[in-house]
C-alpha cells in the first residue's frame, strides 16, 4: 500500500524527536543534581559521618570521574530503570515511583476519559447547534460557562469541590483513594479545565468543518445523522482537538501533582512535593524523569495516531 | 478608538478591576499592613463577622486585611516570573530571525525539545536547585515559562523576518540591532504584549499553586496562594476565609489578560503607520501591512482558548461577505406566472414554486434568490444559466433541500418526484431525497472527504438508498468509475483524495453524484474548471443515465453553449430571478430577452479565434444586496426605458408561445431584430482591428 511510506517515515521522524527530548530530558536532570547546593553524599551521610566515608561513598558512586563519564553512566542507569535511593526513605526510588505510579496513572487516566467523554459530544452538539449563527444564547452561554470554568485554576476547583461535596453535603470522601467514590472529587478537579478547553475548541473545529464542501455533499447523500457526523465529521474535527488533547493529557499528568496534594492523593504528585521539601534529590529527580517521558511517549503516540487518522496531517508535517 | 479596543462593558469592568488591583499594590501594604499583622487573642479563627468580613486566622489576624496586603506580593512575584521567562524567551527566540541557516535550525530545534517538557516538571527540578521559597518559585516558574515565550518570538520573528523590507533591509546592509530595534520588535510588540500579560495571570495561578502547596512563598511572608492554603482548612466554618484568596487570584487573572487585550490592541493599531513611517525613512518599498499577518500568528500561536473565543464570533458574518451592506430593497409584489404545467405521465422529478432565498446581513437581510418557479419534468433535461451570481447555484442548492442556516428558504410548494417535501419530515424525508435526489458538485477538490477512503464515499449513498450491499455498491461504484474512464478503478477505491490527480477526483465526484440512480440529478457548474476533453466525458456520463435510466437532469452552469447543447429547457437567471424560459430548440433563433441575446452573443462560433478571450457583457452583475426594486438588468440593457428603472418586470407567459415565458418590459419581437448586445459587440469587433 502506498499509503504505508509516508507514515512510517513520519513515524521515524518524530521517534527520532521523541529520542532528542528524552535525552534533553536526562541531560536536564543531571545537570540539576549537579547544580544543587551542598554536598550530595555528605547530606545523605548525614554529618556525623566521617571524611574518608564519605570520600570512599564518592569515588563509589563515581562522583570524582569527569562530568562526561557520570552523565553516561547515569544514562545507562536510568535506562536500566535504576534511579538511586531515596534520602529519605532509604530505599531504591524505582520501588517507591512502583507504589506511587498506579495511582496517579489511575487518576489521569480516568480523568482524561472524562474529558473525553464530555468535552467532544458536547462541543460538537454545540456546533451543530449553533451553526450559521442561530440560536445566539446558547452559543453565549456555552462560551461564558467554559470562559468561567477556564479561568478557575485546578486547585481552586478542587477546594471549591471539597468545600461543596465533601464538606458541606458530606456526600463524598476528600482524601485518600480507599474506595471508588474517592476518585470522584479528584477527577472531576482535574478534568474541569481541559473539558472546557477542549470543548470549545472542538465547537470551533466542528464548525470549520461543517463549513466544508464536503460536508455538503456528504449532506447531499441523505446519510443518517449517525454516518454524516462520525464518518464525515468526526475525523475531520479531530485532527486539531487530539493534538491539543495530547498536550491538554501532558498538562494534567502535571496538574495531578497539585491536584493529588489537595486530596491526599496516595500517588507520585504527594510523594515529588514531600520530597522538595525534604530535599530527596534522587526522588525528585526521578520523578520528573518519568513523569516527562511519560508526557513525551503519550504526545508521540497521539501524533502518530493521528497520522493513521488524517493522512493529510502527514504532509502537513513534512 | 473605543470600537478598535473592542472596550465592551465586562472589559471596561475588568479594566476596572485591574486599576484598582494595581491601587492596591501600592496602597494596599501601607493602608492595612497594621490590621493584617495584628494579633488578637480574643479572636482567633474567628468566623465572619463585621469586624473580620473573612474571619481571621489562627494568631486572630484579620483575613481581609491579609488578602488585600497580599496583593502586592502575589502581583510583583507574578510579574517578575513572567518578566524573568520572556527576557530568556525573547532573547533566545530572536536568535533565529539574526543567524545563518544552519544555526537557526539547531536552535529552533532545541526549543521545540524545550517546549515539550512540560513546564511544572521543569519547574520542580529548577526549584530543587534554588531551594523552595519565594525567590525559588520565581526562578523555577520564569524558567519553565522560558521556552514557550521563545518560540512565540522565534514564530513572530520568523512570520516578520520573511517580509519583503527586512530581507530588503539586509540587502541594504541594516545591522542587525537596528534591524531588530527598527522591524522585528516593534512588529511583533503586539502579541508579545497579548502573551506577555497571559503569562503574568499564568504565572500569578502557578504561583498561588507553589504557595498552596507550601513550597512557594515561606512565612511570615504570605501571598493568596498561602493564604487559601490556610483558609481551605477552615472552610465549612468561614467559606470566605478560602473563597476570597481564590477570588482574588481568579479575579486577578481574568482581569491582566483583559488589560493585556486592550494594550495589544492599542499597539496593533498603531503599529502599522510606525512601521511605515520606519520603512519610508529607511527609504524602503512599503509592503503589505504587517498587522495581518502579526495577527494570524498570534492566532495559531495563542491557547487554544484565546483562539476559540475569537472563533466564537457571530460566524453568520462570513457566509455573508460578499453580499455588501446596504439598502435592501423590498420585494416588489409582482405575481409571477406560475411554471408551465408539466405534461401528463409520471410526476414531475422536481418541482417548486415562488422559491426565495434570504441571508440575515448587518443591515436588513439580502435575498439573493427571488421568487423562482421552476418544474423539473421525469425525465428531463432542464438548464439553468447565467452568470456568477444570477443566483442560479443558490436555486439550486435549495431546490435539492442542501441550504443551511444562515441561509433562508421559502417555498411556496416544493415537490420531488410529485410528493410534498415537507409533507414527511426526519428518516421519511430523509429516504425521499436520498432515493429520488442527487447532487453533482462543482469544485472536486474541495468536495471528497479527506479523511475518507474513496471506496466509502462512492458507495456510502447507493448503500443506504438502494440497499445495496457493500459489494454490489463497489461494482457499481467501479462502473461508474469506468464509464467516466478513470483508469485502474478498483485501486482508486482504495485511495485518499490527496492520493489523486486533479483530474481523477473531479471525475471521482462526478461519479459519486450518479451512484444512486436517482430520478433527479442537480449538476452544479459539473463541468467548470474541466479540460474539454473531460467535460465531454462528463456530459455523456449524464447523458447516459438519462437516457438508460431516464434520470432527469437539472444543469447549472453559466456556459450557454453546454446549456444549449445539452438540455431541451434553459431557464436564464438574473440577478436572483428567472428572466427567460424557453425551449432550447429556441435559444439561438428566437430568445426575446436582451439578456439571452447579451449572453448568446457572448458565445464564440465556429469562425471565432479560440484564443482569443471571450467577449463579455459589458458591466457587472448586481450582487445581492444590490438587487434593485426594478429591473436588475437596467442599468446593462441596451433597450432599458424608463419604465424599466422603476418597475419590477413580471415573468409573464410569452403570447403565442407555450412553455415559453419572459420578464421584460421591452422583449425583442423576433429573431429578426437588432440583438439587444450588438453596440457592445461592434465594439469587440473594433477592437479586434
Ligand atoms: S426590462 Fe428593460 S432593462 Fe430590463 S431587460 Fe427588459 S428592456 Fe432591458
Known amino acids: 500500500m ?121 462541543g460538537v452538539a454545540i456546533a451543530v447547534f449553533t451553526r450559521g449563527g442561530t440560536r445566539p444564547p446558547l452559543a453565549g452561554a456555552f462560551t461564558l460557562g467554559t470562559g468561567v470554568v477556564m479561568s478557575i485554576p485546578e486547585y481552586l476547583c478542587a477546594a471549591g469541590l471539597v468545600a461543596l461535596f465533601g464538606v458541606t453535603l458530606g456526600w463524598l470522601p476528600i482524601a485518600g483513594a480507599e474506595q471508588a467514590s474517592s476518585y470522584v472529587l479528584p477527577v472531576l478537579a482535574l478534568a474541569a479545565v481541559p473539558t472546557a478547553i477542549l470543548a470549545r475548541l472542538t465547537r470551533v473545529e466542528t464548525l470549520r468543518v461543517l463549513d466544508q464542501e464536503y460536508i455538503r455533499v456528504a449532506r447531499s447523500k441523505r446519510l443518517p445523522a449517525r454516518a454524516l457526523y462520525l464518518r464525515h465529521l468526526l475525523p475531520n474535527a479531530l485532527t486539531a482537538t487530539l493534538t491539543v488533547g495530547g498536550l491538554l493529557f501532558g498538562a494534567m499528568i502535571a496538574s495531578t501533582v497539585i491536584v493529588e496534594n489537595v486530596f491526599a492523593w496516595p500517588g507520585i504528585g504527594t510523594t515529588v512535593v514531600e520530597a522538595i521539601i525534604a530535599k530527596d534529590y534522587p526522588l525528585v529527580q526521578a520523578v520528573v524523569l518519568v513523569l516527562g517521558a511519560i508526557v513525551l511517549v503519550v504526545n508521540l503516540l497521539i501524533d502518530v495516531v493521528l497520522g493513521l487518522l488524517d493522512p493529510r496531517s502527514l504532509i502537513r508535517e513534512s | 478608538m473605543r470600537e478598535r479596543l473592542d472596550l465592551t462593558p465586562g472589559r471596561i469592568a475588568l479594566l476596572a478591576v485591574l486599576a484598582a488591583l494595581l491601587a492596591l499594590v501600592v496602597a494596599g501594604p501601607p493602608l492595612w499592613s497594621g490590621a493584617a499583622d495584628e494579633i488578637d487573642t480574643a479572636a482567633m479563627r474567628a468566623g465572619a463577622s463585621a469586624a473580620h468580613p473573612f474571619g481571621t486566622d489562627q494568631l486572630g489576624r484579620d483575613l481581609l486585611a491579609r488578602v488585600l496586603v497580599a496583593t502586592r506580593l502575589s502581583l510583583l512575584l507574578a510579574l517578575a516570573t513572567a518578566a524573568l521567562g520572556f527576557a530568556l524567551g525573547v532573547a533566545v527566540g530572536l536568535l533565529p530571525a539574526l543567524l545563518g541557516p544552519r544555526l537557526r535550525s539547531v536552535v529552533a530545534t532545541t526549543i521545540n525539545l524545550f517546549v515539550a517538557i512540560p513546564g511544572l516538571l521543569l519547574a520542580l527540578l529548577v526549584a530543587t536547585i534554588v531551594g523552595i521559597g519565594a525567590k525559588g518559585a520565581v526562578i523555577a516558574l520564569g524558567v519553565a515559562l522560558a521556552p514557550q515565550a521563545a518560540r512565540l518570538t522565534q514564530t513572530l520573528a520568523a512570520s516578520v523576518g520573511g517580509a519583503e523590507y527586512v530581507a530588503a533591509s539586509r540587502v541594504v546592509g541594516v545591522r542587525w540591532p537596528r534591524l531588530l530595534g527598527r522591524h522585528i520588535l516593534p512588529n511583533i510588540a503586539a502579541p508579545l504584549v497579548l502573551q506577555f500579560a497571559m503569562a503574568t495571570s499564568q504565572a500569578l495561578l502557578a504561583l498561588s499553586a507553589l504557595s498552596f502547596l507550601g513550597l512557594g512563598v515561606q512565612s511570615p511572608d504570605y501571598d493568596w496562594g498561602a493564604l487559601l492554603s490556610v483558609g481551605l482548612d477552615r472552610m465549612y466554618v468561614t467559606p470566605m476565609a478560602a473563597l476570597g484568596p481564590g477570588l482574588a487570584i481568579v479575579l486577578a487573572g481574568v482581569a491582566i489578560n483583559a488589560g493585556g487585550d486592550v494594550l495589544a490592541a492599542a499597539i496593533a493599531t498603531d503599529a502599522p503607520q510606525r512601521a511605515r513611517r520606519r520603512r519610508r525613512a529607511a527609504g524602503l518599498a512599503p509592503s503589505a501591512t504587517l498587522a495581518a499577518p502579526v495577527a494570524e500568528a498570534l492566532a495559531d500561536e495563542a491557547a487554544p482558548a484565546a483562539a476559540a473565543s475569537a472563533a466564537a464570533a457571530p460566524a453568520a458574518a462570513a457566509p455573508a461577505a460578499d453580499a455588501a451592506p446596504g439598502d435592501v430593497p423590498a420585494a416588489p409584489a409582482v405575481d409571477p406566472a406560475p411554471a408551465p404545467p408539466a405534461p401528463a405521465g409520471p410526476p414531475a422529478a422536481l418541482r417548486v414554486e415562488r422559491l426565495s432565498v434570504s441571508l440575515p446581513a448587518a443591515e436588513g437581510a439580502v435575498t439573493p434568490v427571488r421568487e423562482v418557479s421552476l418544474t423539473v419534468g421525469h425525465g428531463e433535461r432542464v438548464g439553468i444559466v447565467g452568470e456568477s451570481g444570477s443566483g442560479k447555484s443558490l436555486t439550486a442548492l435549495a431546490a435539492a433541500a442542501l441550504l443551511e442556516p444562515p441561509f433562508a428558504v421559502e417555498t411556496a410548494a416544493h415537490e420531488i418526484a410529485g410528493e410534498p417535501l415537507f409533507a414527511r419530515a426526519g428518516t421519511g424525508r430523509r429516504r ?46 467501479i462502473e461508474r468509475l469506468r464509464e467516466l474512464r478513470l483508469t485502474r478503478p478498483e485501486q482508486r477505491l482504495g485511495q485518499h483524495p490527496h492520493e489523486l490527480s486533479g483530474g481523477m477526483r473531479q471525475r471521482a465526484v462526478i461519479a459519486m453524484g450518479m451512484t444512486v440512480r436517482p430520478g433527479l440529478i442537480v449538476a452544479d457548474e459539473p463541468t467548470t474548471a474541466l479540460d474539454v476533453a473531460v467535460e465531454r466525458e462528463v456530459l455523456a456520463a449524464l447523458r447516459r443515465a438519462n437516457d438508460e435510466d431516464g434520470t432527469a437532469i437539472l444543469l447549472i452552469s453559466h456556459d450557454i453553449g453546454v446549456i444549449a447543447s445539452f438540455c431541451e429547457r434553459v431557464l436564464v437567471m438574473y440577478g436572483g430571478r428567472i428572466v427567460e424560459e424557453l425551449p432550447a430548440a429556441d435559444l439561438r433563433e428566437r430568445a426575446v430577452h436582451p439578456y439571452t441575446r447579451a449572453l448568446l452573443a457572448a458565445v464564440p462560433d465556429m469562425e471565432t479565434d479560440r484564443d482569443r478571450p471571450l467577449p463579455t457583457i459589458p458591466g457587472r452583475p448586481p450582487t445581492a444586496a444590490e438587487l434593485p426594486a426594478s429591473c436588475a438588468f437596467a442599468a446593462r440593457c441596451a433597450f432599458a426605458s424608463e419604465r424599466c428603472r422603476a418597475q419590477q418586470p413580471p415573468l409573464v407567459a410569452l403570447d403565442g408561445a407555450p412553455g415559453r415565458r419572459v420578464a421584460c418590459w421591452h422583449p425583442a419581437p423576433d429573431a429578426a431584430a437588432p440583438a439587444p448586445a450588438a453596440a457592445a459587440g461592434d465594439e469587440r469587433e473594433e477592437e479586434r482591428r
Open chain 1, 2 to 122: 502506498s499509503g504505508g511510506h509516508p507514515w512510517l517515515r513520519f513515524a521515524a521522524r518524530r521517534l527520532l524527536l521523541l529520542a532528542a527530548s528524552l535525552a534533553l530530558l536526562i541531560v536536564l536532570t543531571f545537570l540539576a543534581m549537579r547544580l544543587v547546593p551542598g554536598d550530595p553524599v555528605r547530606a545523605a551521610l548525614g554529618p556525623s559521618a566521617s571524611a574518608e566515608v564519605v570520600e570512599a561513598r564518592r569515588a563509589a558512586l563515581g562522583l570524582d570521574d569527569p562530568a562526561l563519564v557520570q552523565l553516561r553512566d547515569y544514562a545507562g542507569r536510568v535506562v536500566r530503570g535504576d534511579f538511586g535511593e531515596s534520602l529519605t526513605q532509604r530505599r531504591a526510588v524505582g520501588d517507591i515511583l512502583g507504589e506511587r505510579l498506579p495511582a496517579t496513572a489511575r487518576l489521569c487516566l480516568l480523568a482524561f476519559l472524562v474529558v473525553a467523554l464530555v468535552a467532544l459530544p458536547l
Open chain 2, 432 to 477: 425521499l431525497l436520498g432515493r429520488s435526489l442527487a447532487v453533482v458538485f462543482q469544485d472536486p477538490l474541495s468536495a471528497l472527504n479527506p479523511a475518507l477512503r474513496l471506496r466509502r464515499q462512492l458507495t456510502e449513498a447507493a448503500i443506504e438508498h438502494r440497499d445495496l450491499d457493500a459489494g454490489e455498491a463497489t461494482e457499481a461504484a
